[in-house]
């Protein structure tokens, strides 16, 4: 498989970015079942889209993969009017990461891996907001949730969860891209 830019893996990396928005806006849309996924957002995201980023890293080895799953999420924010500081600017440094370790690590597979994590970090803008800006998050979910929500999102959420939510996440995250791979290695799925 050749791994660079061509038309045939620039159109996988349109399907890619397309998943990762969808799959990004898949994640945030759990915390309406229950304060406790919003909480967990790191982990929901680590668990289903690792397999969507390490497989655009491995088909794509070159520099560009991480901007194109950023933008395939920047325009899903546009189209639903959220691009806002929250959400963009921790998309913009995760993808600069993610583009700096790929290319300081020659675009191998821990590199890749290393990025797979830092782009599952996409609704971090979101569930970010739950520690460092309680008294917002806090008003949003009683004007736009049902009763008592708020409440319960604040008596899940310590200060002590977020650290514990960001190594389970990761930890989830390497685990996903690793099994991800193994079980699709050789195989057409996804793009091989």
């Known amino acids: 498989m050749n791994n660079k830019w061509n038309r045939k893996n620039a159109l996988w990396m349109l399907l890619y970015a397309v998943l990762y928005a969808i799959v990004t806006a898949a994640v945030c849309v759990t915390g309406s079942i229950h304060p406790i996924f919003f909480v967990c957002y790191q982990i929901t995201a680590g668990l289903l889209l690792s397999p969507i980023v390490i497989r655009a890293f491995r088909r794509v080895q070159a520099p560009g993969a991480a901007v194109c799953l950023f933008l395939g999420i920047l325009l899903l924010l546009l189209i639903i009017n959220d691009a806002v500081r929250w959400h963009v ?9 993610a583009e700096a370790v790929r290319g300081m690590t020659s675009y191998s597979w821990a590199g890749d891996v290393v990025g797979t994590v830092l782009m599952s970090f996409s609704s971090f803008g979101y569930y970010g907001q739950i520690w460092f800006n309680r008294a917002y998050t806090y008003e949003c979910a009683v004007e736009e949730m049902p009763a008592g929500y708020g409440d319960t999102l604040m ?10 939510v960001v190594i389970i ?24």
């Not at 600017?89 to 990461?97: A, M, N, Q």
């Not at 996440?169 to 091989?192: C, E, F, P, T």
Request: glycine residues 6%; charged residues 10%; without cysteine.
């Open 89 to 97: 600017v921790p998309l913009i440094v995760i993808t600069v990461l």
């Open 169 to 192: 996440g990761i930890i989830v995250s390497v685990w996903i891209a690793n099994v991800s791979m193994k079980r699709y290695k050789g195989s057409q799925i996804l793009g091989d």
């Open 155 to 164: 008596s899940v959420s310590p200060v002590w969860a977020f650290p514990a």
